[in-house]
């Protein structure tokens, strides 16, 4: 089957085989020591997230090269034909593992099951899942410094997005850290959108930012891209959080979600579900408006908008 | 005073003074939001610390470069004229209070104080303590990424030198997870070296190549400087490990140090305390033979290498 003919599921599960693939090439084997720090990397890379990070980057590499991987005759798998793209976005997958990992310790979430499989901590111990993420996090820089295809000045650039996407200042850890200190606390419109751009939103926006910068993207994509990034950024966490309560009503009868239970800040809970509904449709139609100047190359991104707004799960 | 009339502990001062300076404006400040991150990577970087990685990175950047920062006449203070060392150096500074903050955690190490001071997680919880030691790594990347006066290759090549040095393969996280393994096991010669070269000896290593690349070096001058690091490290590790035994057994009038109570597998476990101090002096040799090639300008590498050996804390 030709690439441009799969639906967007096919796609991602095509997609995500190739990210899997590339990540293992990328993480050292169980087999180099010291084992057990290398097992506990794998096992939390490899429990079957969805790898949204690393499609999100070589799509966006595609739609600002133009070079969209599947438009090559014949072809049967999508291909990163932008270089780096892929390796890239495994960098990405590595900080956003190694971000779950610590998330899930008993010091944070306390969550023993992440995706059905057991929490780092339960398997190899609070000492190793430190060490784990803080291994993923090493690595994905180390992946960064020596990715083949591009010169210096774009791999720094790659560097430096995700380093800056992911710390203390508007990054994922500033958001972390917002959101452990906002429990409890008024929910206020102003504090949830700051937790969520940065928790969430910085590491998405980095994903479409860092596959544009291997697909070498002009100043003026550069910020169209950024702005698709943000707007899918709040679409999703806008949908977890209604996900949150419409599951957990459906489950147990009861309107209590998680997030409520943990009296963590959502959308839901400042605006109320149908306005929650209503913002979700906004963020993607504006994501889709950002879009406009990379015509049909980027329609994967327009799909992948559309999936992020109306999921299930 | 001349900086050339200075002594090695004259000079150690004003050098951690600069330092210090140069981390305050390296470090978002508290009044920057999430306000309680920043106070926590503040609080563990102005601990105490003595430094000697910045040192390290700075001598070695005057050494391969020629230019000695002590040689400016009538200079009352040392001053970082190589470019980027100084910023290099509080990269590795942060990545070496990154991993003691890791370490002393509960699930690690469990100590409660370091230096006389409580240790982050007594002060600011363990959550935070965990995102803290993330901070200050995502911290000394963005550092790196943004150092001024290097050009794109060169700050990768710092990127890519701190970031392996670092990781799980013959890097710090990797020598801390043999350490925690072997604890309780025989203690071998070949485990001990494999665990400090990678645990402390990778970091310092990393601080003298880290300053050479700053300063220009040849590959030629890029060995020497190297070695220099390896054995300096492994005499540093070696005098900790005597001064554990020493000091415990001074204070408590007894054999067992800290190390030995842990099941640490130390150099005077394996080698007993004479031949431990022969192999000191034998490294601390073998550093002033790596550093020939530079002459004068690698003077106070040269009291470095004997202040490590020779120290009595």
Redesign the interface.
Known sequence: MALSDMTLAELLKEQQRLVDAALDRLT?PEE???H???KA?RYSLFAGGKRIRPVLCLQAAAAVSGRDPEAVPGAVVPRAVVPGAMDAGCALEMIHTYSLI?DD?P??DNDDYRRGKLTSHKVF????A??A???L???A??VL??IEGL???A??AL??EL??A????D?M??G???D??SERKPPTAELLH?IHAAKTGALLRASVRMGAICGGATPEQMDCISRYGEHIGMAFQIVDDILDVEESSAALGKTAGKDEAQGKITFPAVYGLERSREMAAEQCRLAHAALEIFGDAALRLHEIAEMIVYRKS
């Open positions: 050292p180099v020591r010291p057990t720090i290398h990397m610590h310790l010091a944070l111990g609070e000492a190793m430190i060490l993420g803080d291994s996090f090493t690595r820089i180390q410094t020596r010169d210096a000045a791999r720094l560097v430096d380093s800056f992911s710390g203390t200042v990054g850890i500033g972390q850290v917002t452990i200190e700051e």
